[in-house]
């Protein structure tokens, strides 16, 4: 068989797929010629075997598909046939995969009145004086009915860790993607206890849809504590232009110059024995002052005047 294997050069995968009477031949002896269809095609198996298709015209199995595998044993051996069996085709309605009975309830099918108990060895439970460093302090608090029997195991924190964290509040949500900011850093943000407060706490922000929820710190919304937003008019208003032409000038007074003080010229000592002899001016010659002539006689008085008046009158 294994020379088989390494030394077959294709003869037997042709010998194989052109098997297909034999094939159709066992499926009808199997099944009736009406549940039998035309072939379908062939799927290799292996180095000695293949399974040839027919479609199954059987009632209440659309889409399935008739299977029958041939082998060969050896180059001078006859083709034989294997099994006959019905298989679904890519288009076949087939019933969902088989889930135990404890693995079928999903979230949100606990109902009002339903009870769900926990497996006994539930992987996700530990014992409560577990996560205590003094086991006494466990055993008084459980004697007085103040502690808890059960509290979560580390697998039991980090299967809830990696549920949140891929969940509808998570930082992969189209919500978060879309978000200005983290919830790790939202006033809103509450941190849980213990380990998980590293990585999740609960939203307070009744406008938020994360409210009341367990959320990632890097979860983000749009009701970020820390968002601030410019709050502009909603009608347009345009820059503000001034017009040059219509401005007022006014211009400055100016500032005075002082003129530059004269420097005080420096007292030059003269000797006068060198010094030239003025000449003296020619004197002028002084023209004798003309009298004016006599002023005419002055005018006859107003009594004179008055007796010529009065002789002239008597003659």
Known sequence: ???????DDGSIQRKLAEAVDLARAAVLEDAGAEQVGAHVGVDREDAVSASHLFEATVTGYRGWRWSVTVALAGEDEPITVSEVVLIPGPDARVAPAWVPWDRRVQAGDLGVGDIFPVEKDDPRLAPAYLESDDPAVEAVAKETGLGRVHVLSRHGRLDAAARWHS???????????SAPDVCG???????????????FGACTNDISPADGHVVDVEYGCGAHSEIEVEVTSSVPVAELVYDDSLMDFEPAPETPVEAPEPEPAEATVVDESEAPVAEAPETAEVQ????????????????????????????
């Open 1 to 7: 068989m294994t020379l088989l294997l390494t030394l």
């Open 167 to 177: 969940g509808e509040f998570g930082p992969r949500s189209d919500m978060a993607r």
């Open 185 to 199: 850093s939202c006033g809103f943000f509450v941190s849980l206890a213990g380990s998980l407060s590293a990585a």
């Open 288 to 315: 004798p002052e003309v009298e004016p002539e006599a002023a005419e006689p002055v005018a006859e008085t107003a009594d004179e005047a008055q007796v010529e008046a009065e002789s002239a009158s008597e003659h």
